[in-house]
């Protein structure tokens, strides 16, 4: 006889540029993570930059964006103002790491990434987000708002996404706390969870006292095939990955 079936587990999240493992934590945990690119593009925020540890300390990569004449500007609206951005990250991410254990194995999948042609800032997040998640190994479907019909209201769009999506259970971050309207959700038959992002392990990395808050890149070049080691929804079995013993040496 068989068990009870689980139900689709979904997140909705704004694309951000190459983000921290938190954020890949979030989409490893549910069948489907939805990007949120109809939403308003905010200046200062996780959208278009990300942090790197350096020599010199932590170093804000930030993609420059065009200035939209209308007051308000979607993600998936939002246009690189300045292609040379591209070469300027990658050469700040060779100085910063060309030393790291895994960064001479695993650059040239994100040296690919910084020589293609983007125009949108939409398109360089998600393919960032898809080459991390192909490398971690996690099968979460990608997707984005634009392939659904958006509702009105702050949980009314998210409850009417996760419904579209066949969701019984929305996987959120743990800020969205503050302003979710639970009943919603409870209403349509979705259940809410939220992620913790307490208490991660540190890892060897480069460059003075550890900072967790930095881009997922830092990780995969400081221990390679170990990543996933450090990150929280992760089943033990990826112990057994081949190179595992090699990247928890620093052979």
Not at 157 to 168: D, F, I, M, T
Request: one cysteine or more; proline letters at 6%.
């Amino acid at each position: 006889m068989n068990g009870p079936t689980r139900g689709k587990r979904v997140a909705i999240i704004q694309s951000s540029y190459i983000p921290w493992k938190g954020y890949f934590d979030l989409i490893n945990s549910v069948d489907e993570c939805i990007l949120f690119e109809d939403a308003q593009y905010t200046r200062g925020d996780w959208r278009n930059r990300n942090r790197i540890k350096t020599p010199e300390g932590l170093r804000w990569l930030t993609i420059p964006i065009a200035v939209s004449g209308r007051r308000r500007q979607r993600i998936r609206d939002a246009r690189v103002s300045d292609p040379r951005w591209a070469a300027r990250h990658w050469d700040s991410l060779r100085r910063s790491y060309g030393r790291a254990d895994w960064f001479g194995s695993c650059a040239p999948a994100f040296q690919d990434l910084y020589s293609q042609p983007f125009t949108h800032l939409s398109d360089v997040n998600r393919a960032f987000i898809g080459t991390v998640c192909t490398r971690l190994g996690i099968p979460t479907t990608l997707s984005s708002s634009a392939d659904y019909q958006l509702g009105e209201g702050r949980t009314e769009r998210l409850v009417a996404l996760c419904a579209q999506a066949g969701a019984s259970e929305y996987v959120s971050g743990p800020s969205a706390r503050e302003y979710l309207d639970e009943p919603l959700f409870e209403a349509a038959g979705i259940g809410v969870t939220y992620m913790d992002y307490s208490n991660y392990p540190e890892y060897r990395q480069l460059h003075g006292a550890f900072e967790h808050a930095v881009s997922i890149v830092d990780l995969i070049f400081n221990v390679g095939p170990a990543a996933t080691l450090f990150m929280k929804t992760f089943p033990p079995t990826m112990l057994d990955r081949p190179g595992l013993e090699v990247a928890l040496r620093g052979d």
